[in-house]
């Protein structure tokens, strides 16, 4: 099992399945009721080897929505679309429970049995159906807050923060998720604008792990193999031009937090790539999820080599004239 990772991964991606148990449509930018009508044909399609819960609800009172698959000591918390206008780790999520959760081979028992998947779906229901970075609280003041907007939800996981002086219900709920199950890999997707390396290739996908100082060593280290395992899945699997995301070392960030606390965190950032290329970027992130829950499992994600995490090139300028307007240039 070891050694094949990639390929067992490539295997799970080409296979075709059969017609009547194809993975739930799903589209690119889904609404929090497709999330929902997706996920409740998925557990149905399992015969509850995936179970639907919650974590919490949004301001507006929308579920916030936990899908869980596996029974395995090793746990996995993956997070999309905290930022309600970076949508694409979402259909990918759905994808990824489909394909781990819904067949019953010996090879999906093996993993099962090694690790639990949890798996917030669109973290961020309320920016979604306002295609928004924020949550939606119009009261929202203060430091990384849009007055009469709301918050940005990636600035409230401070793990240094009491939880109840938290005003994001939606960071409350992911921290309040981790503290009940302690995962030892968190991956949390995001969206970033458009960027090209000196090469003249467009970068399409960034990766970053904790840069905060308050990471303990150990746990910025085994989020460094995280980050080359996923490099090298999504890179070699999915094609992707993966560069390092260049962000800053705040506490309250999901990438920076979950690694204070001690799970091996990574940032990963789909480009916003022309719509012809919105299937390319779904399957990264799906590439990114399989081999995180393969390599957890055979236990190939900590035999990664830590050190090249600095061999991940540099994310390069943006894009000219290819701004887009939902995506701020900096903005994780
Ligand atoms: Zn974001």
Redesign the pocket.
Known sequence: MVASSALLVAGLIAVPAPAQAAPPDISARPSPEEVAKALGRIAKASDGRVRLGVVGRSNEGRPLRLATLGHGRTRLLLVTQ??GD?PLGTPAAVRALWTLGVPDTPWHRWLRSRVTVDVVVQANPDGAVRNQ?YNHDPSATGEYAQPGVGYDI?RFHNPLTPIEDNPVPESRAVLRHWHATHPRVVIDY??QGRYVQPDGEETTASILWPTSPLAPGAAVTESRRLAVHNYDAMTRTARANVTRYPGGDYEGIARNAYGILGSASLLV?LSDLPAGQTEFQIRTAYVSMLATAQGAADGSLWQADPARADDIPARGSPLPGALSTLFRAD??
């Open positions: 905290q930022h970076e970075r990636n995001h969206m950032e903005a994780a």
